[in-house]
Each structure stands twice: as structure tokens, then as C-alpha cells.
């Protein structure tokens, strides 16, 4: 066995799996898509930069956060501080408001 054998082996060994991988992959594909950012968007993206950071494994992920940024144009500091905007506004993730026909 080769030293880059070795090498590789104990990566894998230290790579982990995200319990959340399979829900976020979906959602990644879906920003990978996207030609421009909505504010739904960015606070997912941003969601997700903050769960992987530093996560010991889902390499392919990490790349594609990375990607989405490069693709959107943005550095990590200034999508934080766009959903830091946004979360103070509290409309993210609130569901839109339905208004219901008076039947009375």
C-alpha cells in the first residue's frame, strides 16, 4: 500500500456524512439553478455556509456553496450581510398571509 493510498483511506475515515446531506443537496441543486438570487434564496444559502463550515466531510457540497457564491457574485461576508438585512426585517421564512373571502 502506497503512502496516497494510505492517505486517502484515512480522509474517507474522517470524512462524516451530514445527517441533513440528502434535504440539502435538494435544496442546493435548486440554488445552483437559480439565474438570481431572492431573499428566500440568499437565507438558505447563507443557512447553509453556516451549517458546513467546518463540517469534517460533504466536500461536494462545500464546493457547490462556494459555486452558488461565484454565480451570484457575492463574497460569503456580503450574503451575511444581506440576510443579516433580511432577518432583521423578519420576513424570510414567514409564510405569506392568505386573505380568505369574507363569506358572511
Known amino acids: 500500500m502506497t503512502n496516497s493510498?494510505?492517505?486517502?483511506?484515512?480522509?474517507?475515515?474522517?470524512d462524516q456524512q451530514h445527517p441533513q446531506e440528502k434535504n440539502?443537496?435538494?435544496?442546493l441543486?435548486?440554488?445552483?439553478?437559480?439565474?438570481?438570487?431572492?431573499?428566500?434564496?440568499l437565507a438558505e444559502l447563507a443557512r447553509l455556509r453556516i451549517r458546513?463550515?467546518?463540517?469534517?466531510g460533504?466536500?461536494?457540497?462545500?464546493?457547490?456553496?462556494?459555486?452558488?457564491?461565484?454565480q451570484w457574485n457575492l463574497t460569503e461576508?456580503?450574503?451575511?450581510?444581506r440576510t443579516r438585512i433580511l432577518h432583521a426585517k423578519g420576513?424570510?421564512?414567514?409564510?405569506?398571509?392568505?386573505q380568505q373571502e369574507d363569506l358572511s
Open 5 to 14: 493510498s494510505s492517505a486517502d483511506r484515512a480522509q474517507r475515515i474522517r
Open 24 to 27: 440539502d443537496r435538494q435544496i
Open 29 to 41: 441543486n435548486q440554488l445552483l439553478e437559480a439565474k438570481a438570487p431572492i431573499d428566500y434564496n
Open 52 to 56: 458546513y463550515h467546518g463540517f469534517p
Open 58 to 70: 460533504a466536500r461536494e457540497i462545500q464546493t457547490d456553496l462556494d459555486r452558488v457564491l461565484q
Open 77 to 81: 461576508e456580503q450574503l451575511f450581510d
Open 91 to 98: 420576513t424570510v421564512y414567514k409564510k405569506v398571509e392568505t
